[in-house]
Every structure is written in structure tokens, then in C-alpha cells.
């Protein structure tokens, strides 16, 4: 079955790194656009960042632009989101999610369970 399973998330102090991991399992990985989103207590989730299939192609939220940057391995079937100069704006449930069209809403296919980032002053 369709498997998408974060990894990376944890605690960080802001203006430090972290990088995110998506790894995908039954379905065919480079077929999909990919994309993460976030959610934080009483909200709905965020647009992050997108990428096409290819990884030619993305689309990064202004709030995290210049900051993040979204990328995949196909040969790994594996999405990532390097994030750098972290805010405490930033805390949040991080999601990321499979879908046949690119696109900057939360109407994709498929979703992971989450992976948790704090950043504390």
C-alpha cells in the first residue's frame, strides 16, 4: 500500500538547520508531484513547498522562500526539505504528500503522518 513516512524533525534553536525526509513506498514515486505542508494546533494545514515530478519545476510559500528549499531523489523515491535560518514561526507539524498535479492547496493524493519541528529562542 501507499506509504509516505517523514523523518528529520525534532528540536532545533532558531536560526539553525534541519533537513526533512520523505521516503514513498507503493506507488511509482517519480510519476507524482511532492509536496510539504504544515499545520500547527487549531489550524489548517499550510502550503510549504511543491515539486514537479522531475524536480525541474517548484513552488515555495513566500513565508519560508529563500529559507527552504524543497528537492527529491527518484532513484531513492525520497523528498526533502532543507530548512535553514529557522524562525520560531516555524514550529509545526511538517506533512508531506503525493499528488498527480502540481498544485499550492492541500488536495493531494496522499499523505504522511507527520514528523514534528520545534524551535525554541
Known amino acids: 500500500q501507499v506509504q509516505l513516512v517523514e523523518s528529520g524533525g525534532g528540536l532545533a534553536q532558531a536560526g539553525g538547520s534541519l533537513r526533512l525526509s520523505c521516503a514513498a513506498s507503493?506507488?511509482?514515486?517519480?510519476?507524482?508531484?511532492m509536496a510539504w505542508f504544515r499545520q500547527t494546533p487549531g489550524n489548517g494545514r499550510e502550503f510549504v513547498a511543491t515539486i514537479n515530478w522531475s524536480g525541474s519545476i517548484t513552488y515555495t510559500n513566500d513565508s519560508v522562500k529563500g529559507r527552504f528549499t524543497i528537492s527529491r531523489d527518484n532513484a531513492k523515491n525520497t523528498l526533502y526539505l532543507r530548512m535553514n535560518t529557522l524562525k520560531l514561526e516555524d514550529t509545526a507539524v511538517y506533512y508531506c504528500?503525493?499528488?498527480?498535479?502540481?498544485?499550492?492547496?492541500?488536495?493531494?493524493?496522499?499523505w504522511g503522518q507527520g514528523t514534528q519541528v520545534t524551535v525554541s529562542s
Open positions: 507503493g506507488f511509482t514515486f517519480s510519476n507524482y508531484a
Open positions: 504528500a503525493a499528488g498527480r498535479i502540481l498544485r499550492t492547496t492541500s488536495t493531494y493524493d496522499y
